[in-house]
């Protein structure tokens, strides 16, 4: 199956709702963030009822469970790469070498950090604090993409 040609922004809704999936819950990342002691940490999925705008869904490649950075609409393409940056400037200053157990916690910070800087982000930072599977699947889509370039920079 084909990816269109045209951005996430053109797509109709028969197109949208194809590529939108329910992602699957991530238990021990949840026990790791819950588990963090952060005064702002997410609420359990039962919690997490509530339904949310459109732009702030995750797209998933059409007839798989693969996330794909360029399918993702504008708002959260650019909360993606604010949160890169914020990331690089962390592992430079901070720990370059984080272990697997801080890593998804390093990559909330920087994902919660880079919705503070526009009054549009609010609501993706009040998403990523409510609704955990949200969090989890941003955090696994972050981490394969780090991964990515720590190969090519090895």
């Known amino acids: 199956m084909q990816v269109s040609a045209n951005p996430p ?5 028969a197109d949208h709702n194809a ?7 991530t238990t021990s990342l949840l026990l790791a963030l819950q588990g963090s002691g ?7 999925a039962d919690q997490a009822q ?19 950075f ?21 592992l430079i200053l901070d720990d370059a070498y984080p272990d ?5 916690l390093i990559i909330r910070q920087s994902l919660l950090a880079a919705t503070e800087k ?14 955990i599977e949200y969090l989890t699947t941003l955090i696994r889509l972050v981490s394969s993409i780090v991964l990515n370039m720590i190969q090519l920079v090895n």
């Open 50 to 68: 509530a339904t949310w705008p459109t732009n702030t869904n995750i797209i998933y490649y059409p007839g798989s469970n693969k996330l794909l």
């Open 19 to 25: 590529l939108v999936q329910a992602p699957s819950p």
């Open 118 to 131: 526009q009054h549009l982000r609010a609501i993706v930072r009040k998403r990523l604090m409510d609704d």
């Open 38 to 44: 952060a005064e702002d940490s997410p609420l359990s």
């Open 9 to 13: 922004d053109a797509m109709s809704s």
């Open 70 to 90: 360029a399918l993702q609409g504008p708002l959260l393409r650019g909360v993606l790469q604010d949160a890169f940056g914020v990331l690089r400037a962390t």
């Open 100 to 104: 697997a157990i801080v890593m998804p």
